[in-house]
């Protein structure tokens, strides 16, 4: 389907019911979601017009397919989720921003060039992010990251909720406005692997919620500044470990 600059596809809500796309999608138009959809497409699919989320969307992918942005918007309202399995996600321009969700899993994502979240939240699971753009997640947002790599450099001033074994291969900078949490969790300990030497201004915090699980700081020399805190929380139990090298000038605190 090629839906060309003064085009619409408008996905009411009507009565309810499903709504299905068995076909690719080329939109320079404008798309408007506002029941439930679901993409099935073995074919590229790209996003240069207006697309627009007032109700969850669902883009699955085969493995060798893409969802490009080059150009255009993207907005995921609120209480919405963009969930984008399998495949690749290429961003090289346009907008992606909104109070909703953007989620990924098993999914191959490209970001060139900077890119900067501008969701509320976006999750990675089971994916691998890369490509020449480094990632900013700015005050109030959260990237929610699981069993998953980032190969770019990582710029947190808000939250990064890090489950599973997460490594980060870039420049992994956080900010005095940041909250980076380490959380074990059903059904897996959590490991923060970080390549290259890093330095805490803001709050790193290790926790558990259902269960004892171990969480683990693992890689590079960690220095942890004077405005930086790390926070071993009691949570639901569970053994804590630091396998990286440690300069403290904060405040370490157990509990």
């Not at 389907?1 to 299905?20: E, F, K, M, P």
């Amino acid at each position: 389907i090629t839906n060309a600059a003064d085009g619409t596809i408008l996905v009411s809500t009507g009565t309810g019911g499903a709504r299905n796309f068995n076909a690719t999608v080329q939109n320079a138009g404008t798309v408007t979601v506002d029941q439930p959809l679901t993409v099935n497409t073995s074919a590229d699919f790209s996003n240069t017009g207006t697309w627009t989320l007032n109700a969850n969307q669902t883009i699955n992918l085969n493995s060798g397919a893409a969802f490009t942005q080059e150009a255009g918007a993207l907005t995921i309202g609120a209480s919405t989720t963009l969930q984008v399995n399998n495949g690749n996600y290429v961003w090289t321009g346009g907008t992606v921003s909104g109070s909703g969700t953007l989620s990924f899993s098993g999914v191959a994502v490209t970001l060139t060039p900077d890119f900067e979240q501008g969701v509320v939240t976006m999750r990675l699971a089971s994916s691998v992010v890369g490509g020449a753009g480094s990632i900013t997640v700015p005050v109030g947002q959260l990237l929610d990251v699981r069993d998953s790599t980032v190969n770019n450099d990582l710029t947190i001033a808000g939250g990064l909720l890090t489950h599973a074994t997460s490594t980060y291969n870039g420049a992994f900078v956080v900010q005095d406005t940041a909250t980076v949490t380490v959380r074990g969790e059903y059904p897996a300990s959590a490991n923060l692997v970080v390549s290259n030497p890093w330095t805490i201004h803001g709050l790193v915090q290790l926790t558990t919620i259902d269960g004892n699980y171990t969480v683990t700081l693992s890689g590079a020399q960690i220095t942890n500044a004077a405005d930086g805190t790390i926070l071993v929380s009691t949570g639901a139990g569970g053994p804590r470990n630091l396998n990286a090298a440690l300069i403290n000038d904060g405040l370490l605190q157990l509990g």
